[in-house]
């Protein structure tokens, strides 16, 4: 599940340090081979020849990508449009399965493909960006960051009309997770297994049980349980962002993944991301979704 496997790298993996030495230490990965060129996708001006760019974004992951009336939506196709649009040319978009980790991803929908029948996109939307990663993954240009998410927690007010809740609340007030997902692990480590954490197929469903007053609360990320809120607008459910103790790094930037072959390519995606952010378009794509956007770190 991309929540587990995403999350557990974008949350985990951050490295002390300047930008000069991030990388020291690592012994630079081997070169792909025998990788026919039409498997490492199109160059910039063929892209802009043809007049059409391909994002791939995960699938069924509301509100971030999802499809809807057979067509793809969410927050990421949105981004997406207006990067097309920036460069002149047609969005597309390709729902994908989250693999088992992140680099299997990159490797599929990025930089090689699948290797049965497999072939890469132009851009791959909704990738973390982090130094551990720059460094790890040699084959992918990591740039664009165009927001920066969080693990929150979500709660019914009037349960908790004094003081919202943090983690040790969870001892002895019901919270609903995503099963194996980060927040799972997070509590567990916590608190122990503890029958106080009730554990869902996904944080959308944790959100619903939520609403119908099988648990207090729920924990995840704040973009999903914000959708939450959205969908049960008369369930009296508020979302806040609480220190989390011992949570290596509760925050994490939200970029793009290019071939590292299409520097140019990922030269024109993250500036028309720059200029995006700078005059609140992707601020008000999050607002017509009902989110909190928080600006990322560029």
Known sequence: ???????????????????????????????????????????????????????????????WSYEEKGKAAGVDVDVGRLIAKALGVEAKFRLVTAGENLEADLMN??????????????????????????????????????????????????????KAPTPPFFRFDPVAVENDSIADFYLTSLIGPAGKINRYRSTAAAMDGLAAGDTKAAMGPRAELEAGLTRHPDGGLKVHSPPLVGFARGNWTIGIGVNFQHKDLAYAVDDAIDKALADGQISRIFSQYGLTFTPPQR
């Open 109 to 162: 929908y990025v930089w090689k493909g699948a290797a049965i029948g497999g072939r890469v996109s132009d851009v791959m939307l909704h990738v973390p960006y982090d130094s551990e990663l720059v460094c790890r993954i040699e084959q992918v240009t990591f740039t664009g960051q165009y927001a920066t998410e969080n693990i929150a927690i979500a709660y019914r007010g009037a349960d908790y009309e004094e």
């Open 1 to 63: 599940m991309i929540r587990c496997a995403f999350f557990a790298l974008a949350i985990g993996v951050a490295l002390p340090g300047g930008a000069a030495a991030r990388c020291e230490g690592y012994v630079p990965q081997a070169k792909p081979q025998n990788t026919f060129a039409q498997d490492v996708g199109r160059e910039f001006d063929r892209i802009i020849e043809e007049g059409w760019i391909e994002f791939a974004v995960y699938a069924d992951y509301a509100p």
